[in-house]
Protein backbone atom coordinates (compact mmCIF):
# COMPACT_ATOMS: atom_id res chain seq x y z
CA UNK A 1 0.00 0.00 0.00
CA UNK A 2 0.92 3.26 -1.09
CA UNK A 3 2.36 5.32 2.72
CA UNK A 4 1.32 8.85 1.32
CA UNK A 5 -2.64 10.37 2.18
CA UNK A 6 -3.66 12.77 -0.73
CA UNK A 7 -6.87 14.36 -1.36
CA UNK A 8 -8.60 12.58 -4.37
CA UNK A 9 -9.24 15.67 -6.55
CA UNK A 10 -8.85 19.58 -6.21
CA UNK A 11 -9.82 22.60 -8.38
CA UNK A 12 -7.17 25.50 -9.04
CA UNK A 13 -7.57 28.54 -11.74
CA UNK A 14 -5.45 29.19 -13.90
CA UNK A 15 -2.70 31.52 -13.43
CA UNK A 16 -2.74 30.46 -9.98
CA UNK A 17 -0.44 29.02 -7.68
CA UNK A 18 -1.96 25.17 -6.72
CA UNK A 19 -1.10 23.92 -3.44
CA UNK A 20 -1.09 20.12 -3.81
CA UNK A 21 -0.59 18.47 0.26
CA UNK A 22 0.44 15.08 1.30
CA UNK A 23 0.54 13.49 4.45
CA UNK A 24 3.43 10.87 4.82
CA UNK A 25 2.97 10.47 8.83
CA UNK A 26 4.75 6.78 8.47
CA UNK A 27 8.09 8.25 6.74
CA UNK A 28 11.45 6.71 7.92
CA UNK A 29 14.51 8.72 8.22
CA UNK A 30 16.17 7.20 4.54
CA UNK A 31 13.17 8.06 2.76
CA UNK A 32 12.92 10.86 0.17
CA UNK A 33 9.31 12.27 -0.88
CA UNK A 34 8.50 12.18 -4.55
CA UNK A 35 6.27 13.71 -6.79
CA UNK A 36 5.54 12.37 -10.30
CA UNK A 37 2.30 13.49 -12.55
CA UNK A 38 -0.10 11.85 -15.11
CA UNK A 39 -1.00 13.56 -18.19
CA UNK A 40 -4.06 11.78 -18.90
CA UNK A 41 -2.74 8.46 -20.41
CA UNK A 42 0.86 9.69 -20.85
CA UNK A 43 3.89 7.59 -19.09
CA UNK A 44 4.58 9.20 -15.31
CA UNK A 45 6.49 12.51 -15.30
CA UNK A 46 8.90 13.30 -12.74
CA UNK A 47 8.66 17.05 -10.85
CA UNK A 48 10.61 17.21 -8.24
CA UNK A 49 12.06 15.55 -4.86
CA UNK A 50 13.26 16.23 -0.84
CA UNK A 51 14.64 14.61 1.74
CA UNK A 52 14.01 17.48 5.04
CA UNK A 53 14.81 21.08 2.79
CA UNK A 54 12.52 22.52 0.62
CA UNK A 55 12.93 22.19 -3.37
CA UNK A 56 12.66 24.21 -6.27
CA UNK A 57 13.17 23.56 -9.50
CA UNK A 58 11.64 25.41 -12.74
CA UNK A 59 8.74 22.81 -12.63
CA UNK A 60 7.40 23.72 -9.07
CA UNK A 61 8.69 24.14 -5.21
CA UNK A 62 8.32 21.25 -2.95
CA UNK A 63 7.78 22.60 0.96
CA UNK A 64 8.52 19.21 3.54
CA UNK A 65 7.24 20.17 6.98
CA UNK A 66 9.85 20.20 9.86
CA UNK A 67 8.92 17.23 11.14
CA UNK A 68 8.77 15.74 7.82
CA UNK A 69 5.04 14.08 8.17
CA UNK A 70 3.72 16.18 5.49
CA UNK A 71 4.29 18.10 2.26
CA UNK A 72 3.24 20.48 -0.53
CA UNK A 73 3.75 20.46 -3.88
CA UNK A 74 3.38 23.94 -5.24
CA UNK A 75 3.42 24.45 -8.89
CA UNK A 76 3.35 28.31 -8.95
CA UNK A 77 1.07 29.74 -11.90
CA UNK A 78 -0.91 26.73 -13.22
CA UNK A 79 -1.87 26.85 -16.38
CA UNK A 80 -4.40 24.26 -18.14
CA UNK A 81 -1.25 21.79 -18.84
CA UNK A 82 -0.88 21.17 -15.58
CA UNK A 83 -4.38 19.16 -15.42
CA UNK A 84 -3.07 15.78 -14.46
CA UNK A 85 -2.86 13.35 -11.71
CA UNK A 86 -0.10 13.82 -9.15
CA UNK A 87 1.18 11.14 -6.62
CA UNK A 88 3.18 11.79 -3.93
CA UNK A 89 5.57 8.68 -3.30
CA UNK A 90 7.78 8.31 -0.79
CA UNK A 91 10.51 5.64 -1.25
CA UNK A 92 14.06 4.65 -0.46
CA UNK A 93 15.24 5.34 -4.24
CA UNK A 94 13.47 2.17 -4.77
CA UNK A 95 10.67 1.10 -6.74
CA UNK A 96 7.44 3.71 -6.49
CA UNK A 97 4.71 2.46 -4.66
CA UNK A 98 1.44 4.61 -6.64
CA UNK A 99 -1.49 5.70 -4.58
CA UNK A 100 -4.84 7.08 -6.28
CA UNK A 101 -3.31 11.14 -6.18
CA UNK A 102 -4.90 13.86 -6.88
CA UNK A 103 -6.54 14.89 -9.86
CA UNK A 104 -5.61 18.72 -10.25
CA UNK A 105 -8.28 20.02 -12.74
CA UNK A 106 -6.91 23.78 -13.50
CA UNK A 107 -9.96 25.78 -14.83
CA UNK A 108 -10.26 28.58 -17.53
CA UNK B 1 18.99 13.12 -24.78
CA UNK B 2 16.60 10.58 -26.35
CA UNK B 3 14.33 9.66 -23.62
CA UNK B 4 12.42 6.02 -22.87
CA UNK B 5 11.46 4.05 -26.15
CA UNK B 6 8.81 1.12 -25.87
CA UNK B 7 7.38 -0.85 -28.40
CA UNK B 8 5.10 -1.35 -29.14
CA UNK B 9 2.30 1.68 -28.95
CA UNK B 10 -0.40 -0.80 -29.17
CA UNK B 11 -0.71 -4.66 -29.00
CA UNK B 12 -4.27 -6.57 -29.54
CA UNK B 13 -4.24 -10.58 -29.20
CA UNK B 14 -6.21 -13.36 -28.61
CA UNK B 15 -6.21 -15.19 -25.31
CA UNK B 16 -3.70 -17.55 -25.28
CA UNK B 17 -1.04 -15.84 -27.57
CA UNK B 18 2.49 -14.63 -26.52
CA UNK B 19 3.23 -10.81 -26.43
CA UNK B 20 6.48 -9.18 -26.42
CA UNK B 21 7.15 -5.56 -25.44
CA UNK B 22 10.09 -3.94 -25.64
CA UNK B 23 11.73 -0.66 -23.54
CA UNK B 24 14.58 1.22 -24.18
CA UNK B 25 15.96 3.23 -21.70
CA UNK B 26 17.92 6.28 -21.53
CA UNK B 27 21.59 5.60 -22.41
CA UNK B 28 23.37 5.27 -19.32
CA UNK B 29 21.18 4.42 -17.14
CA UNK B 30 21.32 1.18 -15.04
CA UNK B 31 18.06 1.02 -13.51
CA UNK B 32 15.15 -0.03 -15.52
CA UNK B 33 11.33 -0.82 -14.15
CA UNK B 34 8.88 -2.22 -15.56
CA UNK B 35 5.12 -0.93 -14.15
CA UNK B 36 1.16 -1.52 -14.85
CA UNK B 37 -1.89 -0.19 -14.78
CA UNK B 38 -5.20 -2.45 -15.57
CA UNK B 39 -8.22 -0.48 -16.09
CA UNK B 40 -9.80 1.14 -12.81
CA UNK B 41 -6.28 0.53 -10.98
CA UNK B 42 -3.55 1.90 -9.93
CA UNK B 43 0.16 2.03 -11.25
CA UNK B 44 1.78 -1.04 -10.08
CA UNK B 45 5.57 -1.86 -10.26
CA UNK B 46 6.39 -5.49 -11.83
CA UNK B 47 10.04 -5.47 -11.35
CA UNK B 48 13.06 -3.57 -11.17
CA UNK B 49 16.87 -4.48 -13.18
CA UNK B 50 20.08 -3.10 -12.47
CA UNK B 51 21.93 -3.29 -15.43
CA UNK B 52 21.00 -6.90 -16.67
CA UNK B 53 20.40 -8.55 -13.12
CA UNK B 54 17.14 -8.78 -11.41
CA UNK B 55 16.98 -6.49 -8.33
CA UNK B 56 13.04 -6.69 -7.46
CA UNK B 57 10.63 -8.80 -8.86
CA UNK B 58 8.34 -8.85 -6.13
CA UNK B 59 5.34 -7.12 -8.43
CA UNK B 60 5.21 -9.93 -11.67
CA UNK B 61 2.16 -11.46 -11.54
CA UNK B 62 2.65 -14.85 -12.06
CA UNK B 63 5.04 -17.37 -14.00
CA UNK B 64 3.24 -16.42 -17.49
CA UNK B 65 5.87 -12.84 -17.54
CA UNK B 66 9.25 -13.46 -18.00
CA UNK B 67 11.42 -10.32 -18.26
CA UNK B 68 15.09 -9.91 -19.51
CA UNK B 69 17.75 -7.37 -19.61
CA UNK B 70 20.37 -8.72 -21.96
CA UNK B 71 23.65 -6.84 -21.62
CA UNK B 72 22.47 -4.68 -19.39
CA UNK B 73 20.78 -2.56 -22.61
CA UNK B 74 17.15 -2.64 -23.92
CA UNK B 75 14.63 -5.11 -21.93
CA UNK B 76 11.81 -7.04 -22.94
CA UNK B 77 8.86 -8.12 -21.33
CA UNK B 78 6.88 -11.34 -22.66
CA UNK B 79 3.33 -12.45 -21.38
CA UNK B 80 3.24 -16.16 -22.54
CA UNK B 81 0.01 -17.13 -22.60
CA UNK B 82 -1.70 -14.11 -22.16
CA UNK B 83 -4.81 -13.40 -20.22
CA UNK B 84 -7.70 -11.00 -20.09
CA UNK B 85 -6.65 -9.88 -17.14
CA UNK B 86 -3.37 -9.01 -18.57
CA UNK B 87 -5.23 -6.31 -20.84
CA UNK B 88 -3.60 -2.97 -19.30
CA UNK B 89 -0.82 -0.18 -20.35
CA UNK B 90 2.76 -1.27 -19.17
CA UNK B 91 4.94 1.70 -18.42
CA UNK B 92 8.78 1.33 -18.56
CA UNK B 93 10.99 3.89 -16.61
CA UNK B 94 14.44 4.22 -16.18
CA UNK B 95 17.14 5.69 -13.72
CA UNK B 96 20.52 6.25 -13.29
CA UNK B 97 21.89 5.76 -10.18
CA UNK B 98 20.01 4.93 -6.68
CA UNK B 99 22.80 6.53 -4.48
CA UNK B 100 22.37 9.76 -3.15
CA UNK B 101 18.42 10.05 -3.14
CA UNK B 102 18.48 11.37 -7.09
CA UNK B 103 16.65 8.39 -7.99
CA UNK B 104 13.66 10.33 -10.36
CA UNK B 105 12.78 7.94 -12.86
CA UNK B 106 11.85 8.12 -16.47
CA UNK B 107 9.07 6.56 -17.65
CA UNK B 108 8.12 5.98 -21.43
CA UNK B 109 4.80 6.48 -22.84
CA UNK B 110 3.71 2.89 -22.28
CA UNK B 111 2.30 0.16 -24.33
CA UNK B 112 -1.43 -0.34 -24.33
CA UNK B 113 -2.26 -4.40 -24.29
CA UNK B 114 -5.74 -5.75 -25.56
CA UNK B 115 -6.24 -9.38 -24.48
CA UNK B 116 -9.44 -10.26 -26.09
Known amino acids: DAKTTQPPSMDCAEGRAANLPCNHSTISGNEYVYWYRQIHSQGPQYIIH???NNETNEMASLIITEDRKSSTLILPHATLRDTAVYYC?????????FGKGTRLHILP | EAGVTQFPSHSVIEKGQTVTLRCDPISGHDNLYWYRRVMGKEIKFLLHFVKESKQDESGMPNNRFLAERTGGTYSTLKVQPAELEDSGVYFC??????????????FGPGTRLTVL
Open chain 2, 93 to 106: ASSRSLAGGDNEQF
Open chain 1, 50 to 52: GLK
Open chain 1, 89 to 97: IVTRDDKII
